[in-house]
């Protein structure tokens, strides 16, 4: 069985998945006769650009092109010729290979024929561009600066930075992007209906994961798939040849943890490694939706939508609201340093198990009690050595003193500051500990409110009256309207604080407290750009 990247090779524009803008400058080009000399395609490996190159060059060697349009007949002697590879004015040259220099060196002789077409383009396309050495990056350069008419380069690189400059300067550069899950699928579904085989939508899922945008890399796994001979490809059956891919399996593991179910997250671990699933493929996968948490708690736009599966934005956002953005960040720190352990662990799942316990630590205390302490340790860091020792995480009796210099963001297990929950006796610093427990609350009955509210800061307490600071009119007009809901959640903890005074004030202007937290919103509001606010603002204007 043929390849099936070359089966269902695009052969003209329109069957040409993706990069869109490419598409229609190099169509308006050609119909416009307006092509320059030198084009660089840059992009991942396998996003189409040898073959938009191919496209182009049978577009402009067509005989039987209409002026006013740009796609290649595929049916006239030159298409079919550049389609069978046997085409002599188009010379595709591997700038990887030895061949591939000698022939560039070359070129200055052999470019000085014509094409053999009247009114043809001599084409080279220069495949692995930025692997030419300085001596052929030279001659190269030499050709381009003296291009003979009618002859076109088109240069194809993953690693554009590692070109000379003067090259770069002469090229008119096209960025390829790795196709959107949307295309690939697309893509995917295609090829399964004109090879006749069913596949599921959660196979289609994996292929899309293992081939990070890459169309070909997409079509291989495909291949393997069918060619293992089976018209109704299952995930029984592709994780078989495949193996098994945790993606989600780690989503129901940060879902577990985001609720503090560590006993549950603990027994999926166990469930997936006794299942066949790879421990070092369940970090990878953490790792990625982690990172796409920790962007999306900095600002949504970070966030890359087309790379994600259909409803996998949603997930995010829900994890994002109720894992804490220090928790996040440490798992990611810690879940980078045992990525690489696995293999020489005891057992290949007690690096990642320990990570859990630390970050998410419990002791025997009842669930609301879990709760409180497993958001008030956030500021655990796994080291190498925690990993070997697994230290406890000590609870601390006394609350740190106010107006001491910021402790640092990072801190070791041990001097981790825990405050018991002391039902009435209520100060600035106790209050905003219990935060992550309000907001977890108020997720649950206005997520919008719960946005805002994270962003405030207790500045004082009043006779019985706690004033919290907020950065926005907007927002504290809002937070006004909510004042009962959110006080009844606070007096659930201090029953001593009778009512809430939210104020206007720069959060950054109230960062003399030593609340570590506080340190990390205060870092975040000055990166945040200024119109996140309102963007906040417009989504939720309606809903409070
Ligand atoms: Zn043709």
Same mark, same amino acid.
């Given at each position: ?27 308006? $080009? ?16 396998? !996003? ?41 004015? /188009? ?14 060196? +070359?070129?200055?002789? $052999? ?9 043809? @383009? ?41 070109? =000379?400059? !003067?090259? /770069? ?22 090829? $399964?209906? &004109? ?6 939508? %959660? ?6 994961? %293992? ?43 940060? &879902?577990?943890?985001? %609720? +503090? ?7 999926? =671990?166990?469930?997936? @490694? ?13 790792? #990625? ?51 690489? %352990? ?6 290949? @799942?007690?690096? /990642? ?18 709760? =409180? ?9 796994? #080291? ?22 910021? $402790?640092? #963001?990072? #801190? ?70 909510? !004042? ?16 809430? +005074? ?15 937290? +506080? ?15 309102? !963007? ?9």
């Amino acid at each position: 069985m043929p390849a099936l990247y070359r089966t269902y090779r695009p052969q003209n524009f329109q069957q040409v998945i993706g990069q869109e803008i490419i598409k229609t400058t190099l169509q308006n $080009a050609i119909i416009n006769n307006r092509t320059v000399h030198s084009y660089l395609f840059s992009g991942p490996r396998g !996003t189409g650009k040898t073959t938009m190159a191919r496209i182009f060059s049978k577009a402009l060697n067509c005989i039987n092109r209409q002026p006013n349009l740009a796609e290649p007949c595929n049916t006239c002697i030159n298409c079919k010729s550049i389609n069978d590879n046997a085409f002599i004015d /188009l010379i595709e040259i591997d700038a990887a290979s030895n061949r591939g220099i000698d022939e560039i060196r +070359n070129l200055k002789e $052999a470019i000085r024929f014509a094409p053999s077409q009247k009114n043809g @383009y001599k084409i080279y396309i220069i495949d692995e561009a930025h692997m030419l050495t300085k001596d052929a990056s030279n001659a190269l350069l030499k050709t381009l600066e003296e291009p003979p008419s009618n002859t076109i380069f088109i240069l194809a690189t993953t690693d554009a930075h590692k070109m =000379i400059p !003067t090259i /770069l300067s002469r090229v008119q550069k096209f960025d390829f992007k790795p196709l959107a899950h949307s295309e690939l699928k697309q893509k995917i579904l295609f090829i $399964a209906k &004109e090879e006749k085989v069913k596949i599921d939508e %959660q196979v289609v899922n994996q292929i899309i994961l %293992q081939a990070m945008g890459g169309a070909r890399d997409a079509e291989s796994i495909l291949g393997k798939l069918i060619s293992a001979g089976t018209e109704d490809i299952t995930i029984d059956f592709a994780s078989a040849i495949l193996g098994k891919n945790s993606y989600f399996e780690a989503y129901t593991l940060l &879902e577990f943890l985001s %609720q +503090n179910q560590i006993y549950l997250a603990i027994r999926h =671990i166990h469930k997936l @490694y006794a299942s066949g699933y790879g421990i070092d493929q369940l970090i990878v996968n953490l790792l #990625t939706i982690s990172h796409n948490i920790f962007l999306l708690q900095i600002e949504n736009s970070l966030i890359q939508k087309e790379s994600l599966l259909d409803d996998e934005y949603s997930k995010l956002e829900s994890l994002a609201l109720t894992i804490s953005k220090v928790k996040i960040r440490n798992f990611i720190q810690s879940l980078e340093i045992i990525k690489s %352990q696995t293999h020489t662990a005891y057992l290949p @799942y007690l690096p /990642l198990e320990l990570v859990i316990a630390q970050i998410w630590e419990i002791d025997n205390m009842n669930n609301n009690e879990k709760n =409180i302490i497993s958001d008030n340790i956030d500021n655990t860091i796994i #080291t190498k050595s925690d990993i070997k020792l697994a230290p406890k995480t000590k609870p601390v009796e006394n609350t740190p003193p106010l107006n001491t210099p910021p $402790a640092p #963001t990072i #801190t070791q297990p041990k001097d981790s500051p825990v405050v018991k929950e002391t039902s009435g006796s209520a100060d600035v610093y106790s209050v905003y500990k219990i935060y992550p427990a309000i907001n977890k609350a108020l997720t649950k009955t206005n997520k919008s409110l719960a946005i805002i509210f994270a962003q405030t800061q207790p500045v004082d307490i009043i006779d019985n009256t706690i004033v919290i600071a907020v950065e926005s009119d907007f927002y504290r007009s809002r937070l006004d309207k909510n !004042t009962k809901l959110i006080l009844e959640y606070i007096t659930e903890h201090y029953p001593s604080i009778l009512g809430i +005074n939210f104020v206007t004030k720069k959060v950054s202007s109230i960062n003399t407290m030593n609340i570590e937290p +506080n340190n990390d919103f205060n870092a975040e509001d000055d990166e945040k750009p200024k119109d996140i606010n309102d !963007t906040i603002a417009d989504i939720f204007k309606d809903s409070l």
